[in-house]
């Protein structure tokens, strides 16, 4: 933004001018005005982000953390923009920004593909890209300084796990139970590190995964999409969605269907798990125990962002790849904890 705050500077000077009738001293104060101007101008720095939309609570509570994290009072100048859930609105975004000589661009991106030209077109302009919760596969990943975000796979494994912990510790047969994945936008990392957590699980335990159908993130397609998989199936007893909102609308979807929603698995009901952690109703759900088990998504990355812009500006090399801490949450006591990897997850009260 560094020239738009010059232009302002030059029409200051060109008003002060004009008011003291281009007398040598009201010059001088002028000038004086207009460097003490450029050196606060040159303090503020200018951040774009693109944001991928604002299609859940999880997303809601992202966007406020950003825009809490990057204020006037702590030196900043955030321009949002709200892509709609569209990479093209995205793109275009970039580009804006790009125009606007911002200091630094933070993308959330919708999904993985497509950005190597528009990010070669941020790096010729010297414009450094800091990518916030989802990645992209560039083929070169130089195309951004770093990433900071949820590790979405191991959510997905740590929701496996549960389920096989528990349903162990309920003596289930692997082949008894018949899951269906109501999954978020197709192509997101969120969607891809889930899918391939549970798809992997499945396959290693014996479990019949019938069902992987897109969601969207969003409550109103969980319910449709919920709906439309009982009318294919009748024998799901266990929905695996991909974020809370989904498994709001799929939990509405199965009640409306006469469904009991639990963890009694053997008596019917139908065991709902998910991820997030955010919104109030679901972990209101999970206290209850209509929602099984949640793996949290931290959406707290706007303090996290900041911190990597100011060690870049102080001529730090940041960690490429940042990832965050994320808990385990059931009310549900069979299970207190889950191994992957060598690593303890405990499972907290939602
Ligand atoms: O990328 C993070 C995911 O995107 C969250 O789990 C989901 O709720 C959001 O829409």
Redesign the pocket.
Known sequence: MKSFLKKISVLLLAAALLSGCGSRNSAQTAEDFIEENEEQADDIITVGFSQL?A?????SA?TDSMMSAFTEDSGYNLIYKNGQQKQANQITAIRTFIQQEVDYIVL?PATESGWDTVLSEAREAGIPVILV??RVNASDKNLFSCWV??D?ELEGRKVAAWIKAFTEAKDIAPEELHIVNIQ??LG???QIGRTRGLANAARENGWDLMAEVSGD?TETKGRETMAALLKRFDNVNVVYC????MAIGAIDALESAGKTVGSNIAKGEVMVVS??G?NEKALEYAREGKISCIAE?N?LHGPRVRALIEALRSGESPQKFNYVDEKLFSSLNDVSGVMIDGMEYNVENP
């Open positions: 939309g299609e859940s609570d999880w997303r992202n959330a919760d989802r975000g949820s979405f978020g936008n997101s990392s969120a993130f991909e974020n809370d909102n991820f997030d955010v998504c959406p």
